[in-house]
């Protein structure tokens, strides 16, 4: 991976104070709203609590927006003409997209650490285990989300399309589980979209895949693949998608 | 433009064929209004070395064919090889680099982190301080991009096309936007690039800037290469020289009809205008010929003989592309 480039876009990040209020601020008041200060967050749920389980989804949402953001800004750069500049030099299509991904899961690391302090602040628990391995899920699959924001911005060629994108990821969330625990036909539809593997897995150490519902009724478990299977469909289509969109952005607008 | 250079290009290989070959190159844009034929055929060879120029009115194709060259389009029909490589082979070894007219820049960034960026893309770039001096931009390193000016942006992006050393520099309109001082300062570092022996192509539609920079002019008007040659021909060949007089009063219309027919049929002169006034203008190819039958045979007074320019050529060639072309070297396609 070429380094320089990913140092420099670190530093242009940090430079921009108020996307990075946003993209760090927004889900971590989200969570204080709907998670912290909840009845009931002292129920256990497998290896933690409630709490524990909406702080992760709170995270899981969290860092996609960040790399929803880094990932559609990305492609409004490129098409703004960096693409062309870029695509005077030898860098690879796929060396971008690395660069831009591994930027987005950067800055994704901060809303989830925010929110990981305040949820341990507000009573969030659980093992060490399902700690460590919730937060390392949110940080890798997060990346899959930094494709889906590259794709909307080159696909659709404005920044329009980046808003969109972020709005879309409200709907995605909620079909994935994310906000309030789906069942039926709805349930049964979320399985197929990004963001159900994505916080199925990232509250897999904690719930082992039990489904949670608002009544206390069984709706059964998912089984570790279900949410790998989601999420590792969901990064080729989108890498693919991502670098043949990223070739044609050479060309003049 | 054999001079060698410690850190000029790599010498080319004689095995390498020409820096620039285009075959039978065309280029159709598919858009809401139909198809738009940008490149309709342009055939054009430029050996290692040569600095020409890519002259031609906006629309003509100048850009597309550039786009083309540097692989950042893909050609509808025809071929492209740069150093005998594929376009993107060529950027990919660092044979080629470009200034192009679009180019983004990131604002967010200073003018040396843009220069570190782009170098850490290549294998062995040149050292950023070496370049920033050469494009002159020392001074400018820490200033963040958004806050310098056109020229400074464009000196930027001649600094971030001098970092693979390039045996091939394209550039697209390269002085757009830049005052007299700036552009002459620009020229005057390009010289210094050209020195070092790499092969440059640059368009414009400046045609003093072609004139005093290349050795060869390429004439590019609705997508095919109208004219072929160096400054001097090319003016030659357009135009020659205008000879300018007033007819006398005392002629009646017939006579004037039956004069200007007699212009027209002398081999010495090219065309024959006039206007109501009396006043006719013939470009000629023998101008001290019809000089002479002007004075002393039709008693014409108040000549003037005007050497055609650069402008003039241009205009010429560009307003009659149907014209058949006049490099024999030129495909037959453009006799349309």
Redesign the interface.
């Known amino acids: 991976m070429?380094t320089?480039?990913l140092g420099?876009e670190v530093?242009?990040f940090v430079?921009?104070r108020a996307s990075l209020f946003f993209i760090v601020a927004l889900p971590a008041f989200l969570y204080i709203v709907f998670g912290a200060t909840q009845d009931g967050s002292q129920a256990s749920v497998g290896n933690g609590n409630v709490a524990l389980y909406i702080m992760l989804s709170m995270a899981a949402y969290g860092a996609v927006t960040a790399t929803v953001g880094v990932g559609g800004t990305a492609a409004v750069?490129r098409m703004?003409?960096?693409?062309?500049?870029?695509?005077?030099?030898?860098?690879p299509d796929l060396?971008f997209v690395v660069v831009k991904a591994t930027l987005a899961v950067l800055v994704a690391l901060l809303p989830v650490a925010l929110i990981s302090v305040l949820g341990a602040l507000t009573g969030a628990s659980g093992t060490a285990a399902a700690w460590a391995l919730s937060l390392l899920a949110i940080a890798i699959g997060s990346v899959v989300f930094a494709l889906f924001g590259l794709c909307a911005g080159l696909a659709f060629r404005s920044e329009a399309a980046v808003s969109a994108a972020s709005g879309m990821v409200v709907i995605l969330a909620f079909l994935g589980n994310v906000f309030v625990p789906l069942s039926g036909t709805l349930l049964t539809i979320a399985k197929f979209t990004p963001l159900y593997g994505y916080a199925t897995l990232a509250r897999y150490p904690v719930t082992e895949g039990r489904l949670i519902s608002n009544d206390g009724s069984d709706l059964g478990t998912d089984p570790l693949w279900v949410p790998l299977l989601n999420l590792g469909v969901w990064c080729a289509v989108l890498g693919v998608v991502a670098v043949l969109l990223v070739r044609r952005g050479?060309?003049?607008q | 433009m054999t001079t060698t250079h410690p850190s000029g290009p790599t010498a080319a290989r004689p095995s390498d064929g020409p820096a620039v070959a285009l075959r039978s190159l065309t280029k159709t844009f598919r858009t809401r209004a139909g198809e738009v034929t940008a490149v309709r055929g342009i055939d054009l060879t430029i050996q290692p070395g040569e600095v020409v120029a890519v002259l031609g009115p906006n629309g003509a194709g100048k850009t597309t064919t550039l786009d083309m060259l540097l692989g950042l389009t893909d050609p509808t029909s025809g071929s492209v090889e740069v150093f005998g490589l594929a376009p993107r082979r060529a950027i990919a070894t660092a044979r080629v680099s470009a200034v192009l007219q679009t180019g983004g820049l990131l604002h967010d960034l200073t003018v040396a982190e843009t220069v570190r960026l782009i170098a850490s893309t290549y294998r062995h770039p040149a050292p950023v301080d070496d370049v920033l001096a050469r494009a002159g931009l020392t001074d400018l390193a820490s200033r963040l991009v958004s806050k310098c000016s056109g020229g400074e942006q464009q000196r930027l992006r001649f600094a971030l096309a001098l970092l693979p050393e390039p045996d091939l520099l394209v550039l697209d309109e390269p002085t757009a936007g830049m005052d007299v001082t700036a552009r002459r300062d620009f020229w005057a570092t390009m010289h210094a690039e050209a020195a070092r022996g790499r092969t440059v192509v640059f368009a414009t539609h400046y045609l003093e800037e072609a004139d005093q920079f290349a050795d060869r002019i390429v004439v590019v008007a609705d997508g095919l290469v109208i004219a072929d040659g160096t400054t001097a021909e090319i003016r030659s060949r357009a135009s020659g020289r205008t000879v300018r007089a007033t007819l006398p009063e005392t002629l009646s219309f017939e006579e004037r009809h039956q004069t200007l027919v007699a212009l027209r049929r002398h081999p010495g002169a090219a065309s024959v205008t006039a206007d109501d006034s009396g006043r006719v203008a013939v470009v000629a190819t023998d101008s001290d010929a019809v000089a002479r039958v002007l004075l002393v045979d039709v008693g014409a007074h108040d000549l003037e003989v005007v050497t055609g320019s650069l402008d003039d050529a241009f205009v010429a060639l560009t307003s009659a592309p149907t014209s058949a072309p006049t490099d024999a070297s030129a495909p037959q396609e453009e006799s349309r």
Do not use: K, M
Not at chain 1, 80 to 91: A, F, M, V
């Open positions: 070429n320089t480039y420099l530093r242009r430079r921009d750069e703004q003409g960096w693409g062309r500049q870029l695509g005077l030099t030898p860098l060396g050479r060309a003049r």
